[in-house]
């Protein structure tokens, strides 16, 4: 079955660290890039981050640059968000998704995984 | 980094209307244009890629123009599953970013 499912999500204080998983299954993984996305409670989506099937390149939105990694493992079919310094405004369902060259888009999404920055 | 402004930001419609979003980046970004819709509480689903091309699966009454910075996403004929919150994406540049929106909702 091809899908991807998150890990990881919870709660945590500001400050602190969480590392998100995606694990993939159903497909090569290791042919596409990869992608997290946010979407903050009653908000639109945000883009975070993204990493080429070999790991790099490596592109972060402005928002997480500096704060946030993302990583890949071929070898076990997952993809990381590793999360530093969080704030309250980094509070969202996390999404991991496929990348399909040439064109970009995210043509398969997981269910996501809530992470809430609070004190 | 491009801006993308989708208008409107919601509208009411019926079933069997004819409704047109539409998507305007701050630059242009060629075709590199993509249109999904999420419906409540779940993951979005891409409809459109490469500005006109349909995602495997999605109904026909979906399609998408455009190029350079105006692009349009299209349902010829709403049906009741439609209404949902649809967004457009660019990844033209290293650094992709989304609309803010547009929600469709039942009139």
């Known amino acids: 079955q091809v899908q991807l499912v998150e890990s990881g999500g919870g709660s945590v204080k500001p400050g602190g660290s969480l590392r998100l998983s995606c694990a993939a299954s159903?497909?090569?993984?290791?042919?596409?890039?990869m992608s997290w996305i946010r979407q903050a409670p009653g908000k639109g989506l945000e883009w975070v981050s993204y990493i080429s099937s070999r790991g790099s390149p490596i592109y972060y939105a402005d928002s997480v640059k500096g704060r946030f990694t993302i990583s890949r493992d071929n070898a076990k079919d997952s993809l990381y968000l590793r999360m530093n310094t969080l704030r309250a405004e980094d509070t969202a369902v996390y999404y991991c998704?496929?990348?399909?060259?040439?064109?970009?888009?995210?043509?398969?999404w997981g269910r996501g995984t809530l992470v809430t920055v609070s004190s | 980094d491009i801006q993308m402004t989708q208008s409107p930001s919601s509208l009411s419609a019926s079933v069997g209307d004819r409704v047109t979003i539409t998507c305007r980046a701050s630059q242009s970004i060629s075709n590199y244009l993509n249109w999904y819709q999420q419906k409540l509480g779940k993951a979005p689903k891409v409809l459109i890629y490469a500005a006109s091309s349909l995602q495997s699966g999605v109904p026909s009454r979906f399609s998408g123009s455009g190029s350079g910075t105006d692009f349009t996403l299209t349902i010829s004929s709403l049906q009741p599953e439609d209404f949902a919150t649809y967004y457009c994406q660019q990844t033209y540049s290293t650094l992709w970013t989304f609309g803010q929106g547009t929600k469709v909702e039942i009139k």
């Open positions: 998704a496929r990348v399909p060259a040439p064109y970009w888009h995210f043509d398969l």
């Open positions: 159903g497909f090569t993984f290791s042919d596409y890039f």
